[in-house]
Structure formats: structure tokens, C-alpha cells
């Protein structure tokens, strides 16, 4: 069956450090692969779009990788701040018109 | 401001009745959608509509219906509620397939008592 799952529920770093998220699918191919961020009682809010014949994105303090063959992307924040601390999502689209999301990672940056 | 916006961000109302959630966006999006967020906060395509053409359908019950009157706006309605639909409603919007990203609007929290 298909799965996106971002590797853990919560990330505790702190700040300064480098943020790392992953996120992992099986049985997708998937076009596109994107990043958000959602804080409490708010709507996600697009990151990064990686496309599937590409290995790295960055913008700003974010980097996003994308390895089509272990099936996976990184999400890294660097220099993190408290401001940082929110629930990050990965979502992809297999080519079927669809995003679907993944569980989401609550980071949180500690000062 | 160029935005999703959704009405109501708050709803709350008795099992079995029939509510309404609208959605417009200003954006010149040629696509919108509906997302479900469960307590778990996992999102959950239910809607896409493309240029007021329904593309996408999820295996949703039939008592969710969308409607979009024109490419600006895509309205939910959803009869006989149950509590089993209590979620976290988002609309989004997007331009093409989806490869400048989504945009969302701010939610409809819905709690069916």
C-alpha cells in the first residue's frame, strides 16, 4: 500500500542548531515533492517544491533533498530559532493530480 | 490581501443538521480544493475542482457535496452531520499542477455535538 511517513511525531533541538526532518514514501513515484509549515490553528504554509529530477533545493535557512532512489527527503533548517518551532508536513504528488500529506514532525527550538 | 479565505472559521452545531462552508480566493488560482484535518492532524484530500470542474473525488460520504460557482470560489456543504465529522476544514487553491505549491486558507473548525 501507499505511505508518506515523517519519521518521528516531534523534534526537540536547540537553538542554533540544525534542524533534520525526513520524510519517507513507499509505492508512490512521485512528481513533485513539497514542504509546509503549520502553526497551531493556522492553514499549512508552502515551504519548498523539489521536483523529482532533482537532488537539492535551498531557500534561505532551508534545504530540501530528494533521493527518488532510497525514497526519501531531508528537510533541514539551519541556524534554527525558536520562530522556528512549528509542525512541518511533506507532501507529494504522484502524478495523480493529488497532494497527500504526511503526518507532519512538530519541531521545537528551544532558546 | 491577496488570500484563501474561508467562512466560518468556527462552527459548531447538533448532530443531523445541514451546514455550509464557503471558500474564495483571489489569487487567479485555476484550482481549488477542500482538505479534511482529523484530531490527528492528519490532511486528507476529499475535493479539486479545476476551473468549476470537479477533478478530483475522494471516497467521501455523499452528504458532502461541493459546489463551485465559478473558478474564485468552492463551497462545502454537508448534510445530516455527524460527530464523526468534527475536523478541521481547509480549503486551498493552486495554479497548474500544483508546482508553485498550495495555498491554504486559515480553516474551518467544525464540532458536531
Known amino acids: 500500500s501507499q505511505k508518506i511517513e515523517q519519521n518521528s511525531e516531534a523534534l526537540n533541538i536547540q537553538e542554533g542548531k540544525t534542524a533534520t526532518l525526513t520524510c519517507n514514501y513507499t509505492?508512490?513515484?512521485?512528481?513533485?515533492l513539497q514542504w509546509y509549515r503549520q502553526d497551531p490553528g493556522r492553514g499549512p504554509v508552502f515551504l519548498l517544491l523539489i521536483r523529482e529530477n532533482e537532488k537539492e533545493k535551498r531557500k534561505e535557512r532551508l534545504k530540501v533533498t530528494f533521493d527518488t532512489t532510497l525514497k526519501q527527503s531531508l528537510f533541514h533548517i539551519t541556524a534554527s530559532q525558536p520562530a522556528d518551532s512549528a509542525t512541518y508536513l511533506c507532501?507529494?504528488?504522484?502524478?495523480?493530480?493529488?497532494?497527500?500529506f504526511g503526518q507532519g514532525t512538530t519541531l521545537q527550538v528551544k532558546p | 490581501d491577496t488570500a484563501v479565505s474561508q467562512t466560518p472559521k468556527y462552527l459548531v452545531t447538533q448532530m443531523g443538521n445541514d451546514k455550509s462552508i464557503k471558500c474564495e480566493q483571489n489569487?487567479?488560482?485555476?484550482?481549488m480544493y477542500w482538505y479534511k484535518q482529523d484530531s490527528k492532524k492528519f490532511l486528507k484530500i476529499m475535493f479539486s475542482?479545476?476551473?468549476?470542474?470537479?477533478?478530483i473525488n475522494e471516497t467521501v460520504p455523499n452528504r458532502f457535496s461541493p459546489k463551485s460557482p465559478d473558478k474564485a470560489h468552492l463551497n462545502l456543504h454537508i448534510n445530516s452531520l455527524e460527530l464523526g465529522d468534527s475536523a478541521v476544514y481547509f480549503c486551498a487553491s493552486s495554479q497548474g499542477r500544483q508546482a508553485n505549491g498550495y495555498t491554504f486558507g486559515s480553516g474551518t473548525r467544525l464540532t458536531v455535538v
Open positions: 509505492n508512490y513515484s512521485p512528481a513533485y
Open positions: 507532501a507529494l504528488d504522484s502524478h495523480t493530480g493529488k497532494l497527500i
Open positions: 475542482y479545476n476551473n468549476k470542474e470537479l477533478i
Open positions: 489569487l487567479g488560482h485555476d484550482t
